[in-house]
Structure formats: structure tokens, C-alpha cells
């Protein structure tokens, strides 16, 4: 089974806890035999589902939306993408070079090309720029993918 992976970042500490428990438990009821994330392991759920699928045994790919990518997430989060990125056991490239929102977005579609189910950790409002998790959404819903919402009852971005 493959399983992309979306979401919203810079969300609180709180609703991040609450995130990292239905990652755990949507991990948990897929099993690990043969699970594969996909993702473009950026801060926040696209990491949290890649380290909860590795640290269950399952494997990882990486889609890298553009060759500057890395270097525009938030430097704190660096180690953690080095990280994951060392453990993928396929990356896959846009060749788009510049980091922008449409780089983003075809990032987001080559990887709900690659998968059987999409995670969408997701409030269902509209995205707030081009190649938001809304986008990608709609994307993976026109394509036929399906769509897993994930979001904690009552949380607020």
C-alpha cells in the first residue's frame, strides 16, 4: 500500500500532538508490511507520517518539488528532512529548480500520482495560497485518489 501525505504546517504544539496520535493510529490500522509513504517530507504532517511509517517498519520515497526546496523550509527543520531524506528508498524530481507555490504543487501531484490513498491532515477550508493542502485535495479527488481527512475536532490553524 502507498500512502501520500498532506498538510497543514506551523500548526500549535497542541493540535501537532493531536496530529502525531491519528498519524500513529492511521499507521497502525494500515499495518507496515507493505506500507510506503510518499512524501515531500517538508516540517510538519508530511514529516510526522514519513517518521511514524519508518519507525513502524514500513518504507519511505521522497518527492522533491524542486532542486532549491530544501533550502527554503525553515532551517530548523533541515536535520530532520537530511534525515528522512537518507532513509528514502526511492526520491522522486520534478526538475523544476526554484521553490515556488506551482513547484509545490506539481510536487504535491507527482506524488498522489505515486499512491494508492492520500492523508490529507486538513481543516477544509480553502488553501490559502496556490499549492495549498486544499489544492492538493481537489487535485487528488479529481484524479480518483482517495482522500483520508485528518483533522482534531475543535483545532484551529
Known amino acids: 500500500m502507498r500512502v501520500g ?11 501537532e500532538q493531536q496530529v502525531r496520535a491519528m498519524l500513529d493510529e492511521a499507521v497502525r490500522a494500515y499495518g507496515t ?3 510506503t509513504a510518499v512524501s515531500c517530507i517538508a516540517d510538519g504532517p508530511d ?14 520515497e521522497v518527492v522533491i518539488p524542486a532542486s532549491e526546496y530544501r533550502e527554503n523550509l525553515p532551517k530548523w527543520h533541515h ?14 524530481e520534478t526538475g523544476m529548480v526554484e521553490s515556488t507555490s506551482e513547484a509545490h504543487q506539481a510536487g ?6 505515486l ?19 486544499a489544492d492538493v485535495v481537489g487535485y487528488a479527488r479529481r484524479t480518483g485518489v482517495p482522500v483520508r481527512v485528518l483533522w482534531p475536532e475543535g483545532a484551529s490553524r
Open 79 to 92: 536535520p530532520v528532512y537530511d534525515e528522512l531524506y537518507a532513509h528514502a528508498a526511492d526520491v522522486h
Open 5 to 15: 501525505i498532506t498538510g497543514h504546517r506551523g500548526l500549535s504544539k497542541n493540535v
Open 115 to 133: 499512491v494508492d490513498e492520500l492523508i490529507a491532515v486538513w481543516d477544509g477550508e480553502p488553501a490559502r495560497a496556490f499549492g495549498g493542502t
Open 33 to 35: 508490511d507493505d506500507l
Open 47 to 60: 514529516s510526522w507520517f514519513a517518521e511514524t511509517v519508518l519507525q513502524r517498519g514500513g518504507q519511505l
Open 108 to 113: 504535491s501531484e507527482a506524488m498522489v500520482g
